[in-house]
């Protein structure tokens, strides 16, 4: 079970978070095509190693947080804010 | 010796207490043993060399391990409630009064009728039971009942069970798995520099290898060792425990038998299963030797030279009095004398090496017999060995060389490390050619293997890497000595054409994986399961790396390149009650209540679980059956009164300056013009344009908003609304907060509902102009301030009462109390779906993660003036297809007609032939007011189909149904009612 360090929190299990999926989907504008949308609903990348997810503290502090995670190895690099990624 | 302990010597038994004899029973008959002894050891020592049958072929089989490798010898213990089967007999301390038996024999162990079996070993080939009993399907039945009657293992227990586990969460710095040498000196140079080290030992006593030695300094070194952990205030050891599993970012799972350890343990658990956190980990699990591969190399007798080893040391107990050893390298002289000053005559050591060296010279010097260059092909005997047939391999074709009687054959196929931890933590494995094994590679994660565990099997070499481990140094470098190399095991010869098992547990021999390889299965992974080799409890710790071996062989690929089955935990059997804990029964879940849950448990109402709610399903005071309360409850709502406590509903709090606008980009339908003090009905979708969740929503301020949704969603729509605020557009200004607990709600809802609010609420203008549809308002109910929401859920003139949750249980009561004038009646959630149910009303059943606002007849909701979520998904053109499922109303035609549960609906009556499904009910009940069966269904473009006649059909409950299509509002669907 992995230990997710949430910067709010500080290190903790795995069974306290929601996943999210990819961290790097952008929701597209409603104008546009229905190829972007198709794209954006149903389509995901599915790495195998580096990877930026999503994952809810929902046991805890209840943030949405941006996770690199390696999907081989599950070592966990930087974990942030997702509302601070402010792109 | 003694008569009853016919192989106990007076040499050795480090383990054990000579002081004192104690009894257990074996199959009902009395076998004695020292304290410390295993079962295991004292069945040896008693001269019980037959424990149990083959899982297939029902084969006679011995002991033939020392530790958690073991795969014949499992046993049942004890009996009824206490029972447990499959357990190994050489992990099991002895204990007095133990109740031990024999599994898969039937009628008895020695006489098994199913033994014939092994006589047509060849109608049981690999792949049995996938060829034999696939066809035909309808045979199944038939074969099933035979088949698990001969193979099984010992049997589940019938009784529930009495034993009491524990669970447990701890951290530390170091975890050391495996209390031998190496890790007992990593523990002792751990705890030196300050850390926190747990050492965790499979055995009721630690020293592992040290035990199966002579006298020496290193029991000295030892037990100095020991004492000076047991003094460190830093250091946890735990014996009876094995590290079960090893999980990401250093979670460890232990399995402590406390019983196992402490006889008279009181108020102990039997079992205590830890979650371990640790910094990092260090494996020391020793290593596993390998068989070889001869012609019935299960029979009685034939043992692991380590384990006969073991078994002198530990116990003071000969594997046999007339052994013959049989392996390839050095280490069988030492046994070998060691065996004859215990007492036993050694008849020969047979050596695969035509030139075995120095060592058996000097062996040989001193009168043993040893036989170079040769094999033993095949053992002679049944229900115990009586003969080793030698061959000789070493030149020109293999030839017999003689047969030589013997009572015991002790075999040394090399050792492997034993890489359970390492391969669960998914550290790579490196195929080490000097030892024919797979040893651990680069690790993942903060660990590391050492001594026997990476292939350090020399002492000094194992205490050093102990002690660099400990200090978090980097290892010593492994030494690769130049040994005389013998074939591996699977490289032998098979002159004799006799069964040779890799894999003693499932009964997989070397024939089973080559024939798999023929028919075309060349992963390990498939091979595993086609030919179930290493997939019994033993997990394949002997079987894996010869079957592999062998598998690499028949299709020509180098070991390195088949690679190794997934290892995956736990490394060793942990009981489901130890996994369990204390969470059973009634606290193996949370259970939330609400305000109102003594009232209802005082009527007896009978609960239904929703989420972790608990609601009143029915109340049985309204009528004996689930069938005949829920109609009368709903029956009272619609002719008078109902109460319903709604509570579980989920509520969230949405305020801030941007929360109008929130609030048009959750719903699919417009809310940002919703005036202060109004509710409007809400659908939440998913991005991909399905309903995700409805409910009410009211706006309390300008800038305020309280939701209610569904409550298995309550939690979900909370993380939906946190996405968008966080992820989706964190500009936002708003905050949600869940209060679905702050609030205790109950609805009342029928005629007499505005006069009995009238009652209950005197300072509140209840006519239609002073609270009209979708209006909140404010006022004192028993006291308390209450929110009175105008809206409908039965479709009768209603309205929900919310008072904050510690007042509930106070309003609840009041309410009761002056409901009776009014006929007050109290309803479950079985009477509330009936009525929503009449009245069209979607839930779960009907927005069950495919259906769009538009499928459930709610398309207009769906504003296209404003960006939300789901709405850009509902044009695109899947979505706009026809042939979509949609919501639609059946009536039963005949009154005493029953619809089915998982009903199918179909356009003609069922026949001979098999139906096209135009869609499925997805929730019924029966109307009072209709008096028959109505339901919800979503079919295929079901709003075409109204007034026609359908067939509402269950093949499983044999029922079919003739019903009315009609739109899903079935009563009243002017909405008169909810005038009132
Ligand atoms: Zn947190």
């Known amino acids: 079970m992995m230990l997710i360090p949430c910067p709010h ?79 | 010796m003694s008569a009853r302990q016919p192989n106990r010597s007076d040499t050795g038994g480090w383990l ?17 043993f020292y304290p410390g002894d295993t079962v295991a050891s004292a069945l040896l020592a008693a001269g019980e060399t037959l424990v149990g049958r083959s899982f297939k072929l029902h084969r006679p089989r011995g002991i033939f391990g020392l530790g958690a490798e073991e795969p014949n010898a499992l046993l049942t213990l004890g009996a009824g409630a206490t029972l447990t089967p499959n357990a190994r007999a050489t992990m099991i301390p002895a204990k007095p009064g133990m109740q031990v038996s024999s599994q898969n024999r039937w009628p008895s162990l020695k006489h098994d009728a199913f033994g014939l079996l092994d006589k047509v070993k060849a ?30 293992l010992g049997p589940a227990p019938r009784a529930r069970d009495t034993e009491q586990y524990a669970r447990r969460n701890i951290h530390c710095d170091v975890l050391i798995a495996g209390g031998g040498p190496a890790g007992l000196a990593a523990a002792e140079a751990a705890a030196a520099n300050g850390q926190s080290v747990i050492l965790a030992h499979a055995r009721p006593s630690f020293g592992g290898g040290v035990h199966s030695m002579p006298q020496g300094p290193h029991r000295r070194w030892f037990q100095d060792t020991l004492a000076g952990l047991e003094a460190m205030p830093n250091v946890r050891l735990m014996t009876s425990t094995t590290v079960a599993g090893y999980y990401e970012h250093e ?97 020969a050591v047979v050596d695969l090496r035509s030139d075995p060296g120095l060592v058996a010279a000097a062996y040989v010097a001193d009168g043993g017999k040893v036989i170079a260059g040769a094999m033993v092909a095949k053992a002679h005997g049944a229900k ?33 490390p034993s890489l359970q931890l390492h391969a669960q933590s998914k550290g790579a494995l490196e195929w080490d050619e000097s030892l024919g094994a797979f040893v651990p590679g680069v690790p993942n994660g903060a660990n590391c293997s050492i001594g026997g565990a990476r292939g350090v099997f020399d002492l000094p070499a194992a205490i050093a890497d102990g002690v660099a481990a400990g200090k978090a140094a ?28 890799v894999d003693l547990q499932n009964d997989v021999a070397d024939k089973d994986i080559a024939l798999a390889a023929r028919e075309g299965w060349h992963s390990i992974e498939h091979v595993k399961r086609y030919t179930t080799l290493g997939m019994g409890t033993d997990q394949g710790k002997i079987a894996g790396p010869i079957g592999l071996a062998l598998l690499a062989a028949a299709t020509g690929k180098e070991v390195a390149k088949t690679g190794l089955t997934t290892f995956r935990p736990p490394a060793t059997p942990v009981t489901f009650g130890a996994v369990a804990g204390g969470h059973l029964g009634e606290v193996g879940h949370a259970i939330r209540r609400s305000a109102a849950d003594a009232w209802h448990e005082s009527q007896n ?30 029956a009272a709502v619609r002719a008078g009164l109902g109460l319903v406590d709604v509570s579980t509903l989920g509520k969230i709090d949405l305020a801030g300056p941007d929360a109008a606008e929130l609030m048009d980009r959750l719903y699919c339908n417009t809310m940002g013009t919703l005036k202060v003090g109004r509710g409007r009905y809400g659908l939440m979708l998913r991005e991909d344009g399905r309903v995700f969740d409805d409910g009410v929503v009211f706006r309390l301020a300008e800038d305020r908003f309280h939701l209610t949704c569904t409550t298995g969603g309550a939690g979900a729509v909370y993380q939906h609304i946190e996405h968008a605020l966080q992820v989706l557009w964190p500009d936002l200004k708003a905050y949600a907060t869940p209060v679905s607990e702050e609030w205790f709600a109950a609805a009342i809802a029928g005629p007499k509902a505005r006069d009995y609010l009238a009652a209950i609420a005197p300072e509140l203008d209840v006519s239609n102009e002073g609270l009209p549809m979708m209006r909140l308002a404010e006022t004192m109910i028993a006291g308390v301030p209450a929110r009175v929401m105008r809206m409908s859920y039965s479709g009768e003139l209603s309205f929900e009462i919310n008072v904050p949750a510690d007042w509930g249980g ?40 495919r259906t769009t606002p538009d499928d459930l007849g709610l398309g207009r909701m769906a504003s296209r003036k404003k960006d939300a979520i789901g709405v850009r998904a509902l044009d695109l053109p899947a979505l706009q297809e026809s042939g979509r499922k949609q919501l639609v109303g059946l009536v039963a035609d005949d009154p005493a007609a029953a619809f089915p549960q998982g009903a199918q609906v179909t356009a003609e009556a069922l026949g001979d032939q098999p139906r096209p499904s135009l869609g499925h009910v997805s929730s019924y009940a029966y109307s009072s007011e209709l008096k028959r069966m109505v339901a919800l269904a979503l079919l295929k473009d079901g709003r075409a189909l109204h007034g026609q006649t359908v067939h509402v059909v269950s093949l499983i409950m044999g029922v079919a149904a003739a019903a009315k299509v009609t739109d899903p509002v079935m009563i009243d669907p002017d909405g008169e009612r909810l005038r009132g």
């Open chain 2, 474 to 501: 980097s290892l010593p470098e492994r030494d690769q000595a130049d040994r005389p190399t013998a074939p591996q095991p699977w490289e032998l010869p098979n002159p004799t054409g006799g069964i040779r098992f």
């Open chain 2, 384 to 416: 115990q060995v009586s003969g080793a047939e030698v061959w000789r391999i070493d030149e020109g074709a293999p030839h017999v060389q003689e047969t030589i009687p013997t009572d015991a054959i002790l075999i040394s196929g090399g050792f492997g």
């Open chain 1, 9 to 87: 929190c500080g290190p903790r299990p795995e069974t306290e978070f929601v996943y999210g999926g990819d961290a790097n989907v952008k929701r597209p504008d409603p104008a546009a095509p229905d190829a972007e949308w198709t794209d954006y609903i149903y389509f995901r990348d599915n790495p195998k190693g580096a990877h930026r997810e999503l994952w809810l503290h929902a046991a805890g502090c209840h943030s949405w947080l941006t996770v690199e995670r390696d999907t081989v190895t599950h070592a966990i690099g930087s974990v942030s804010y997702t509302k601070d990624s402010g792109e």
């Open chain 2, 605 to 634: 109402a009978v609960f239904i679980d929703a989420g972790l709610w608990r609601r009143p399903q029915y109340y049985p005071s309204n009528g004996a059956t689930l069938g005949e309360a829920y109609r009368a409850e709903a």
């Open chain 2, 810 to 849: 106070h309003v609840w009561a009041h309410m009761i109390s002056t409901g009776n004038s009014y006929g007050l009646t109290a309803y479950g959630t079985e009477a509330m779906g009936a009525l929503r149910i009449e009245k069209g009303h979607v839930t779960h059943s009907e927005a069950d993660g």
């Open chain 2, 251 to 347: 979670l460890l799972t232990l399995s402590e038998r406390v019983r196992d350890r402490d006889s008279a343990a009181g108020t102990a658990p039997t079992e205590r299963f830890w979650e371990v956190r640790a910094g990092r980990v260090i494996i020391a699990t020793g290593a596993i030797e390998r068989p070889l591969l001869f012609a019935n190399n299960d029979r009685p007798g034939v043992m692991l030279a380590s384990a006969a080893q073991g078994y002198l040391w530990r116990f003071g107990v000969l594997a046999g009095q007339a052994p013959v050893l049989f392996g390839g390298d050095d280490s069988l002289y030492p046994l070998a004398r060691a065996l004859k000053d215990a007492g036993a005559i050694v008849r």
């Open chain 2, 16 to 32: 054990i207490d000579r002081s004192r004899v104690e009894i257990f029973t074996f199959d009902g008959r009395e076998i004695p």
């Open chain 2, 123 to 152: 109608v049981l080939p690999a792949g049995f039971y996938y060829k034999t009993f696939m066809w035909p399907a309808s045979r199944w039945m038939t074969y099933e009942k035979y088949i698990r009657r001969m193979a099984g």
